[in-house]
């Protein structure tokens, strides 16, 4: 196999790690409406989605591990001998293997769409637990406190978010895309990301720092589809 055809694979592993989130954040919007409806903690019904959560979230470091893999070996074999690819696969199988024996569990705990998960459901279940609105009317200027306190468009695209992730350092919102990006431009330019919100004192902002908002996101779609009805 050429090393073109390796970098091809490993785009492909990438773009299931696209929808792997994508499923993550499925199982939670699913998990939280049944905490909103059944506001009963220990649902075995949402254990099950944590489960399914935490298996997703073993998938993603897997994958993770063995791109990092694949790119260091390749990179030392380009520098070495040709024959050196007849051991490619060998060397990844030996180091995939020693990392991912390194996986705990407690790591899995940290994936950020994890953290989002538990969060989102303890939300969930306190909303569940205030007193319900007088009226229809009062919901609507909840929601719009909401909007208020969060501003919805990302700093950086200047439009709606549609994944909106937050900074558990300074507390500001963005589109994960966006941010995402920005990250990395600024990593390949080996200078460390500024939070792009004005006047925000976050001089580095990191992808570890960054949590799904799924409360959020989903207010985001909660108001486009009124928009759509009007």
């Known amino acids: 196999m050429s090393l073109s055809a390796v ?12 929808d792997i989130g994508t499923g993550m954040d499925i199982v939670t919007d699913v998990a939280m409406d049944l905490a909103e409806a059944q506001d ?30 694949v790119q ?22 030996e180091q995939y293997t020693q990392r991912i024996a390194r996986l705990s569990d407690a790591e899995l705990h940290t994936h950020q769409k994890v953290v989002a998960f538990k969060d989102s459901i303890k939300n969930s ?6 007193e319900p609105a007088a009226s229809m009317e009062e919901l609507d200027e909840d929601l719009a406190v909401t ?15 549609v994944n909106p992730v ?18 990395k431009t600024r990593r390949s330019q080996k200078k460390k990301c500024r939070c792009p919100v004005v006047g925000c004192g976050n001089s580095d902002v990191t992808e570890s720092d960054l949590i799904p908002d799924q409360m959020l996101r989903r207010k985001i779609q909660s108001q486009k589809r009124q928009n759509s009805r009007t």
């Open 7 to 18: 970098h091809g694979t490993l785009s492909s592993l990438k773009a299931c790690q696209t």
């Open 147 to 161: 909007q208020t306190q969060i501003n919805l468009t990302c700093p950086l695209t200047q439009v709606e978010m």
């Open 72 to 93: 260091q070996v390749t990179s030392e074999v380009t520098t070495q001998q040709p024959e050196a690819m007849f051991s490619l696969s060998a060397k990844v199988k």
């Open 40 to 69: 009963e903690e220990g649902n075995p019904g949402i254990k099950a989605m944590e489960d399914m959560i935490l298996e997703c979230a073993k998938l993603d470091k897997e994958i993770n591990c063995f791109v990092d893999v």
């Open 166 to 183: 937050k900074n558990k350092k300074c507390n500001h919102h963005y589109d994960e895309g966006a941010i995402l990006g920005l990250i």
């Open 125 to 130: 279940f306190k909303q569940a637990n205030q």
